[in-house]
């Protein structure tokens, strides 16, 4: 019998703040995440939940957006004057998406109660892959390269390939592509799409966002009338697909 195989270093369990009043649904999202091995902190008030957020060091925050006193928004707020950390919202009302995910709140995702602890932990562990994946990228220097489905952005080179065939983007659709391909799986509002490619000086009508993901499309789409790259999310944006 060969000896037991070295222990690899197993990476720390990833530390979650839940921030939920309702504790029916955080005792069911702590048992869940718990289960996926996560090391899971709950706050039942804001307050508290701010003071942790802000002072211990936590790989995602779940955030309830109504909570008595400091609401989830401030925390959400609070928190991404100071970091990145990823961060997903959960809210009861569908319509407050749109402020949820943009610049006035900023959250990263969000769930709509009431929502199935399997959409949870997949929600989870997408952000959690994306915000390590995207954290050598950071690094000055290093080759910003993005990838998904066959599609393979260079920022450096300034490069797109298609299934390893190179694809002559414009400049405004490289930047829309690099914005929609890092975010990979995460909806894109409108907004946001347009103040990342073409600023926020030069806001152009909504039309012109349409447009470039129309171009797009008709590049890296097999059949660009039924994309399955560049996904629409009606009302909301653009995203590029995970699946
Ligand atoms: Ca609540």
């Known amino acids: 019998m060969s000896a037991p195989e070295p222990e690899e ?5 990833k530390r979650i703040l839940l921030v939920e009043d309702e504790r029916a ?18 706050a039942d008030q804001g307050d508290e939940g701010l003071r942790l957020a802000l002072t211990q ?13 400091v609401d989830g928004r401030e925390i959400c707020r609070a928190v ?6 990823p961060i997903i919202m959960v809210t009861a009302r569908a319509r407050e998406v749109d402020k949820v995910l943009g610049f ?6 969000y769930l709509t109660k009431p929502f199935s602890m399997l959409e949870l932990i997949a929600r989870v562990k997408a952000l959690l892959r994306r915000s390590s994946a995207a954290a050598p990228v950071d690094a000055p220097d290093a080759d910003e ?10 920022v450096s080179r300034h490069e797109v390939t298609v299934n390893r065939e190179a694809v002559e983007l414009r400049p405004k659709e490289f930047e829309l592509l690099k914005a929609l391909i890092r975010n990979r799986g995460r909806v894109m509002m409108r907004d ?9 000086d030069e806001y152009l009508d909504r039309g012109t966002l349409d447009v470039h993901i129309r171009w797009l499309r008709q590049k890296l789409e097999e059949d660009p009338s039924s994309p399955q790259h560049i996904l629409t999310v009606r009302g909301v944006g653009y995203k590029f697909s995970d699946a």
């Open 192 to 200: 946001r799409l347009l103040e990342l490619v073409w600023g926020e």
């Open 25 to 42: 649904i955080s005792d069911a999202v702590a048992l869940n995440l718990r289960e996926e091995g996560f090391e899971v902190t709950c």
């Open 9 to 13: 270093s197993m990476p720390p369990p």
């Open 145 to 154: 390269v993005y990838s998904g489905r066959g599609i393979v952005l260079n």
């Open 57 to 69: 060091p936590f790989d995602l925050l779940i955030l309830d957006l109504m909570l008595a006193g």
């Open 104 to 109: 006035e709140i900023g959250a990263d995702d």
């Open 80 to 85: 991404r004057k100071r970091s990145a950390v």
